[in-house]
């Protein structure tokens, strides 16, 4: 058995290989071109009412984004919410080029995901109790879910963005000096 599953790794990898999949960036490029996507989308429904409404018992419910409606109002919210997903998606796409200000959206994005992450157990009804409870998801938990796999995706790109933003500034010998973050004094002599 353990022959079959070495021969069909090895033949897996091998047409991988040949395709390109393997070599370059192409899933850091996909990723961070499907959060803009995703952002474009999600922050343009925040401009309608019907958006607003929706987002009542989610807002309402979330212990780190209820102070948004005696802030704003239910409009001026959900508003701010597609202003900030237009702004994140807005960074995560210049990240495209400029690496510092793709981390910036990143980090950005990871809030907003943290964000609705923790509305997931105080959301009610979102467990069915007619199967015992949790893990048993109903109503709005099931669509909150899939922000688990955003945030994962949000913290990749932080992290990329951000290790690549850091050895770009080393190599115009603006960072560390390659030195664990603490810069050499500079001999002249040996210049």
Not at 45 to 69: H, R, V
Not at 146 to 159: E, G, H, M, Q, T
């Amino acid at each position: 058995m353990r022959s079959i599953t070495t021969l069909l790794t090895t033949l897996l990898t091998t047409l991988l290989g040949k395709t390109g999949l393997l070599e370059g960036d192409l899933d850091y490029h996909l990723l961070r071109a499907s959060m803009v996507i995703i952002f474009l989308f999600f922050g343009y429904q925040k401009w309608w009412d019907y958006e607003a409404q929706t987002l009542i018992p989610f807002i309402s419910n979330g212990p780190l984004i209820s102070w948004m409606y005696p802030v704003f109002g239910i409009r001026g919210a959900s508003w701010f919410l597609g202003v900030s997903e237009w702004l994140f998606g807005a960074l995560i796409f210049i990240g495209f080029w400029n690496k510092t200000l793709g981390a910036l959206g990143a980090a950005g994005s990871c809030l907003s995901f943290i964000m609705t992450i923790t509305i997931i157990p105080f959301m009610p009804d979102g467990w069915a109790a007619s199967a015992g409870g949790f893990p048993a998801m109903t109503g709005n938990v099931p669509f909150l879910m899939k922000d688990v796999v955003l945030l994962a995706v949000s913290v990749y790109l932080l992290k990329q963005d951000a290790a690549r933003a850091l050895l770009a500034a080393r190599a115009q010998g603006l960072g560390g000096h390659g030195s664990g973050g603490r810069a050499r004094p500079t001999d002249p002599i040996a210049a």
